[in-house]
């Protein structure tokens, strides 16, 4: 099995996988021109398309392929999303024979209330919920829902790669060294972001324990993320609220 970012848009990721056989399958195609051209580059043969939320930069191009190409629709029960052939919901499992993966729906509500992601083959599709160093905005859903969501996600094998849908992780770091300044690891990633960027390359995917040692918002836990909160006037054992005011503060970062 074989796994392709293709940029798309502005700053977005469109995951293709794809097997020795040619048959493929993409998580989230915003941009069908992109996936079109990918697909002829590499003789490959598009059989199924997993949509993790609603926002059009995820689910524009689904129209368009699915005019061209004879695909099964995975997505979400939200009627915001159209063209869906198999509603999926938390722990429901996507078998896919073409490439042949078995993915597992994660309901992680947050950035919107009905977003989903995919787990399996060692690989995780969480389109808008987590980035790396980083994480979605709550545009629909509630600190406490986001927080456990990405709380379920941190608890994934370590080693599990993150295919996040946007090249966040420059930007996102810099808010992460604002809050923990004296994480090595951070350093460390922020450096190697920098040398992927130099050379025009993906900083995705990533493995998740490495997110589980720089992500701040994976972080919540630790002595510096409390150190942090108490700083903005947040109760130590309040979890949530720190939270809250992380991403608040992320919101508002021109870093």
């Not at 368009?64 to 052939?85: C, F, W, Y």
């Not at 209330?113 to 509630?142: K, M, N, P, Q």
């Not at 969501?149 to 060294?177: I, K, M, W």
């Not at 922020?190 to 720089?214: F, I, K």
Request: glycine letters at 8%; charged letters at 20%.
């Amino acid at each position: 099995m074989h796994l392709m970012a293709l940029p798309a848009l502005a700053d977005n990721y469109i995951w293709l996988m794809h097997d020795d056989q040619g048959r493929a399958a993409v998580v989230d195609p915003g941009d069908a021109d992109v996936v079109e051209k990918a697909l002829a580059e590499h003789e490959l043969s598009l059989h199924a398309i997993l949509l993790t939320h609603h926002h059009q930069d995820h689910i524009g191009g689904v129209a368009q392929l699915r005019q061209s190409h004879p695909v099964e629709i995975h997505a979400p029960g939200d009627p915001r999303i159209d063209h869906v052939n198999q509603r999926v919901a938390d722990g429901d499992v996507v078998e896919l024979f073409g490439p042949d993966v078995r993915l597992e729906v994660l309901a992680v509500p947050g950035h919107t209330l009905s977003h989903i992601a995919y787990v399996g083959a060692g690989w995780l599709f969480c389109g808008d919920t987590l980035f790396s160093l980083g994480c979605g905005r709550l545009f629909e859903g509630s600190p406490e829902q986001m927080l456990a969501s990405l709380d379920r996600l941190s608890a994934l094998p370590p080693g599990t790669q993150v295919c996040c849908a946007h090249e966040y992780t420059a930007s996102n770091g810099r808010f992460a060294l604002e809050v923990e300044p004296e994480n090595p690891d951070l350093a460390e990633r922020l450096a190697e972001v920098a040398r992927l960027r130099g050379l025009s390359l993906p900083t995705l995917p990533v493995p998740l324990a490495r997110e589980l040692e720089t992500n701040p918002f994976l972080r919540i836990d630790r002595p510096a993320l409390v150190r942090w909160g108490e700083r903005n006037g947040v109760a130590t054992s309040d979890r949530i609220g720190r939270f809250a005011a992380l991403r608040q503060a992320k919101d508002h970062f021109r870093g």
